[in-house]
């Protein structure tokens, strides 16, 4: 009992040592065959590489079938009737020429079946396997699903082929799973970036679109305004407004503005006005619409439901403007030359933005002064 563990630490150092010996023969057997018979029959690998499933089939039925029958038909020939071992010295004439004619006509036969038989056998046996991985793999090249591969159930001494479509099998498994995993990746990764950019548009007090929004909206609408009608521009500025952060806290005004943001988010129409905070307590609504008694009332209807939902005594001043081209109507540069109040220097649209966009904010903010000199709460349209 104590010496079996020596007994089989020996076995296995013997089957290593002699697989050791056995890698070490085949590794001396090639190296001691000379370069030129190595690139011979690597050489002669490679051309049988290149045919087909047929046509190497075809030879290999040609080497075993119809040469031994060429080989016995010409000894035949050469030799006479005393060739064949076992039979008597010389064989009845007769005979012979039985022998010789069933051999040539085996031959013959062997010559004209032996391409169709090679294809029937091949057809059998290998291509209709090969030509079902071929779909399964073509499918997989051009991203469909694969139909499944007929297979039986596993076993352990299975041939070549049958552990060939398991593997492709599993391949198409991962495949696709893998697939459904990156294809949840990128839609996370686009929902990411969708809330991202949201987030990169939007001001974080109110929920409207910021003034970098406006700024690019008001620039998109100014480029097609020549293959659309005109569109609006209402300018809003909180009355009193100070007053309150002054008395109550800033957070009183933070509160104050976001109700007046949820007042003017109620009022517009979602997707197609573009209602956004500028800066302080200035908003701006782009309207995309033609008609300025619609934009009228909807400043009507702001100014009204934001008296109606505050205690603190905050009134609207509201300016509204139409865009005009450069060059419509002269009242566009008396417009630029009037006074701007704080919310035309937060709407400003740049220096690099057209003159008929700066004319429309200049307006628009002009109006709104014009509310707030006669005292606030109310609407002006220029």
Not at 47 to 57: F, K
Not at 260 to 282: H, K, N, Q, S, Y
Not at 309 to 327: D, F, M, P
Not at 353 to 379: H, T
């Amino acid at each position: 009992m104590n010496h079996t563990p020596s007994c089989n630490t020996d076995a296995a150092n013997a089957a290593r040592t002699t697989g050791r010996t056995s890698a070490a023969s085949i590794a001396g057997l090639h190296l001691a065959t000379p370069r030129w018979l190595r690139r011979l029959i690597d050489a002669f690998w490679r051309g049988v590489d290149t045919l087909s499933p047929r046509t190497r089939l075809a030879i290999a039925l040609f080497l075993v079938v119809v040469a031994p029958a060429g080989v016995l038909l010409h000894h035949l020939e050469s030799q006479g009737r005393a060739v064949l071992p076992g039979l008597p010295r010389a064989l009845p004439l007769s005979v012979f020429e039985d022998v010789v004619l069933a051999v040539a006509l085996y031959l013959a036969g062997a010559l004209v079946l032996c391409i169709p038989v090679a294809g029937l056998i091949c057809r059998f046996v290998l291509m209709r396997d090969i030509r079902a991985i071929n779909s399964f793999c073509l499918a997989l090249r051009e991203g469909r699903q694969p139909r499944p591969l007929s297979l039986p159930n596993e076993q352990e001494d299975e041939h070549d082929l049958l552990r060939l479509k398991r593997n492709l099998e599993w391949m198409a498994h991962l495949v696709a799973s893998r697939e459904r995993h990156l294809m949840a990746r990128l839609e996370a990764t686009d929902s990411r970036a969708r809330h991202m950019e949201e987030l990169a548009v939007r001001d974080a007090l109110t929920g409207l679109f910021n003034r970098r929004h406006f700024e690019r909206r008001l620039a998109e609408l100014a480029a097609e305004a020549r293959l659309r009608p005109p569109f609006h521009l209402m300018l809003v500025d909180c009355d009193r407004f100070k007053a309150v952060n002054d008395t109550h806290g800033h957070s009183a005004g933070d509160e104050l503005l976001r109700l007046l943001g949820d007042v003017i988010a109620e009022a517009v129409r979602a997707g197609t006005d573009t209602p956004c905070r500028i800066g302080g307590d200035e908003f701006g609504i782009l309207f995309a619409c033609p008609d300025e008694n619609s934009v009228r009332a909807v400043a009507e209807r702001i100014r009204h439901r934001f008296a109606q939902c505050q205690n603190h005594g905050c009134t609207l001043s509201i300016g509204i403007a139409r865009y005009r081209q450069q060059g419509e109507g002269r009242a566009d540069a008396a417009c630029q030359l009037a006074p701007v109040t704080d919310a035309g220097n937060a709407a400003s649209a740049g220096e690099g933005a057209p003159l008929a966009v700066q004319a429309m904010v200049a307006r628009a903010d002009g109006a709104v002064y014009a509310v707030k000199r006669r005292g606030g709460n109310g609407i002006a349209v220029r």
